[in-house]
Every structure is written in C-alpha cells, then in structure tokens.
C-alpha cells in the first residue's frame, strides 16, 4: 500500500515514507514555508499535494499522466477542485521538468512516480534529474521516492549524485516497507547534527510532521 488516508483527518499523512518526503522542510526557514512553491510529479492518492497546499498553505502545482488518477483522487481521497493556490495539470512529468517555463520557480520538487506495477522508478536517468535541479530556486530541494522490485537504489543514488553533486545529496535508511527517500539540494547545505536538530525541531513544532525521528535515521551521503 503506498498511498492511504484516515477518513476522520484527511490531511494526515499515513505512511512514514510519504512523511519523509516531507524532509526538505528541514533545509529552510519554516516561516518562509507559506510564501514558497511546491510541485509533484506524480499526484499518487493526492496526500502530499493536500499537506503542501492545504496545512502549509504552498503555492502547489501536482504533474499527473494517468486522468483517472486525479479522478480517484477527487471521488474517494477528498481532494479539492483547482483553487488560487492549487493546481492539477494533466501531463508527462518528463516534459514538465524539461520545460523552461517551472525553471527556478520550485521550491519544493517531490518525485513520486511508479506505474500501476510499481516495480521501479518510471523516470530514473540522470538526465532527467539534472532536469529536476534546473527546476529548483536556489534554495530548492528535491525529494524522491525509491522504491520496488527491480529497482537498484545505488544506482540511482549514483544518477542523483551526478546531476546534483554528492555534497548536495542526503539519503534516509529505508522504511520498513522498503521505500528509500533520497533529497537533493540545488545548493549544498552542510548541517551539525545539532542543528538539523533544532531544525527538526522548529518543524516539528509548526506542523504534524515527526520532524525529531528524521534525524536518526538521515543523513548526508559525502
């Protein structure tokens, strides 16, 4: 299962690597967090696209290929019509990150994209990588999900590495589930553990994220 919601509290994220992917967070001012850029490629059950744009208050943006997964999304995961600060854009999320027209406009940049097999990654090269660097503010984080069956995450790790840097590059342990969530810098960040702590923290402290637990189990791949 890699996409759930709690009838009661449709804006909660379920599973821990969908939380994960939240991790970018950790790498800017949480009160700037408001007035910043969100985008998905791959809309998936819609629970990133609804934290970013409806707890965090994001300009947000979801790249979906598939109609009838924004359809589900709207009949049985209570996800909003189009509104001033979301929107839903039908498309090919390699085209989209080719695009010079989202080029240094994306804060937050959150990859999620399997076909219904979910057995790898359906973009995975470097190119399209550097593609998603050239999507992202100075400030801007990527965060992906790596996850399946045929999947080889060094090897991935290794195409992020090459568009981004390795200095840019930090990884989580895998969860229980086996999802890998890898996050990318446009600008390399060197961080104490203290202070992703007090990072952490501060998150944490804003929005119902487990901000604290991240620390342990993250960590820069340099």
């Given at each position: 299962?890699?996409?759930?919601?709690?009838?009661?509290?449709?804006?909660?994220?379920?599973?821990?690597?969908?939380?994960?992917?939240?991790?970018?967070?950790?790498?800017?001012?949480?009160?700037?967090?408001?007035?910043?850029?969100?985008?998905?490629?791959?809309?998936?059950?819609?629970?990133?696209?609804?934290?970013?744009?409806?707890?965090?208050?994001?300009?947000?943006?979801?790249?979906?290929?598939?109609?009838?997964?924004?359809?589900?999304?709207?009949?049985?995961?209570?996800?909003?019509?189009?509104?001033?600060?979301?929107?839903?854009?039908?498309?090919?999320?390699?085209?989209?990150?080719?695009?010079?027209?989202?080029?240094?406009?994306?804060d937050a940049l959150q990859?999620?994209?399997?076909?219904?097999?979910?057995?790898?990654?359906?973009?995975?090269?470097?190119?399209?990588?550097?593609?998603?660097?050239?999507?992202?503010?100075?400030?801007?984080?990527?965060?992906?999900?790596?996850?399946?069956?045929?999947?080889?995450?060094?090897?991935?790790?290794?195409?992020?590495?090459?568009?981004?840097?390795?200095?840019?590059?930090?990884?989580?342990?895998?969860?229980?589930?086996?999802?890998?969530?890898?996050?990318?810098?446009?600008?390399?960040?060197?961080?104490?553990?203290?202070?992703?702590?007090?990072?952490?923290?501060?998150?944490?402290?804003?929005?119902?994220?487990?901000?604290?637990?991240?620390?342990?189990?993250?960590?820069?791949?340099?």
């Amino acid at each position: 299962v890699q996409g759930s919601m709690y009838l009661n509290d449709p804006l909660r994220l379920v599973h821990e690597y969908i939380q994960r992917m939240m991790a970018w967070a950790l790498f800017m001012d949480p009160t700037s967090i408001p007035r910043r850029r969100a985008m998905q490629l791959g809309l998936g059950a819609g629970s990133l696209t609804k934290f970013c744009s409806q707890t965090m208050g994001m300009q947000t943006t979801a790249i979906e290929l598939n109609p009838q997964v924004i359809a589900a999304c709207r009949l049985w995961f209570k996800f909003p019509a189009d509104n001033a600060r979301l929107s839903v854009v039908l498309g090919d999320a390699e085209e989209v990150a080719r695009h010079s027209h989202w080029q240094g406009l994306i804060d937050a940049l959150q990859v999620d994209l399997y076909d219904h097999e979910a057995a790898a990654p359906v973009l995975d090269s470097e190119a399209f990588y550097a593609d998603c660097r050239r999507l992202l503010t100075d400030e801007g984080c990527m965060s992906v999900n790596l996850f399946g069956r045929s999947s080889q995450f060094d090897q991935s790790l290794a195409k992020i590495v090459a568009a981004f840097g390795e200095d840019s590059v930090w990884s989580f342990k895998p969860t229980r589930e086996g999802n890998t969530v890898v996050l990318a810098l446009r600008t390399p960040v060197k961080l104490k553990r203290h202070e992703l702590l007090a990072r952490a923290e501060a998150v944490q402290a804003r929005w119902p994220l487990p901000a604290t637990r991240w620390v342990r189990v993250f960590k820069p791949v340099a």
